[in-house]
């Protein structure tokens, strides 16, 4: 029974993997997508008014140029993304099939997951405060952990900041007695009403339909964070003030969980 229940428990993890990929990558390549085609209408556009008019003012041809190059680099930024996010993927993947967790520092895993966001956070003017002590060691699955935060911080942009500018993301970390850590994300974005926070793990739950939300990011976070790390999530909001996400992880995971 006790193998079963690892098999469905690694099937559940696998699941959610599956269905993070998809979500996670839907925004970036959606967003090359639709302007891969806008550029290809620019190009048309000048082809056609360099053949109507026998060529083209100076003035024209700059602005043209101008709209190229935001649009190339708005496919520059969104693949950067894509790619990252396959990286530390794979990771997860890595992790979950060895099975092998390995002894890392939280606040390296958690430097190089905001690296990943450090375009979009420029982008927001969104500044973040860390406090993390270097001497947080886990024995566990980093990838997905890093999974985990990444949702997390992810979810404080578009939810909680909402293409507003000047938001602040405090992230801190403490030890709690000799097995556990208890980890938060508080963001002052702009919160959620009690109906949103009680539906927020549900699958499929967005208040984004439409404008890229899956409603998965929470559903995958409650999977990773109770069946493969093991820990607990809670999480507070208060409408027009913020919200605030509490992890208690173990620091290590028992060995009678990993060997089956
Ligand atoms: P998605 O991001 O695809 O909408 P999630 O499961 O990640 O799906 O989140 C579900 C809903 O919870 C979001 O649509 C949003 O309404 C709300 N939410 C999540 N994180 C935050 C946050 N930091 N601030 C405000 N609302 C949030």
Do not use: K, N, Q
């Given at each position: 029974a006790q193998t079963n229940l690892q098999t469905s428990e690694k099937m559940a993890s696998l699941g959610a993997l599956v269905a993070g990929v998809a979500h996670e990558l839907n925004t970036p390549i959606g967003n090359s997508l639709l302007t891969a085609s806008a550029l290809g209408d620019m190009v048309r556009d000048f082809e056609r008014r360099l053949k109507e008019d026998g060529g083209l003012k100076r003035s024209a041809l700059e602005s043209h140029l101008g709209d190229a190059r935001k649009a190339c680099d708005i496919m520059t930024s969104s693949l950067t993304r894509a790619a990252d996010l396959i990286t530390s993927f794979k990771q997860v993947a890595v992790d979950q099939a060895s099975g092998q967790r390995r002894r890392f520092r939280l606040d390296e895993v958690l430097h190089d997951t905001l690296a990943t966001y450090a375009a979009q956070l420029r982008r927001a003017s969104c500044s973040v405060t860390v406090d993390v002590?270097?001497?947080?060691?886990?024995?566990?699955y980093p990838g997905s952990l890093s999974q985990v935060l990444s949702n997390l911080i992810g979810n404080a942009l578009l939810?909680?900041?909402?293409?507003?500018?000047?938001g602040t993301l405090w992230i801190s970390a403490r030890r709690e007695g000799p097995d556990l850590a208890v980890l938060q994300l508080r963001d002052n974005g702009v919160g959620m009403t009690d109906v949103v926070l009680h539906k927020i793990f549900d699958p499929f739950f967005t208040t984004k339909m439409g404008q890229g939300?899956?409603?998965l990011g929470m559903n995958i976070v409650y999977n990773i964070v109770t069946s493969v790390l093991k820990g607990t999530i809670r999480v507070e909001s208060v409408p027009a003030e913020g919200t605030s996400v509490t992890l208690v992880l173990p620091l290590w995971l028992k060995e009678d969980v990993l060997q089956a």
């Open positions: 002590p270097a001497d947080l060691v886990f024995d566990s939810h909680g900041f909402d293409g507003r500018d000047d939300g899956s409603g």
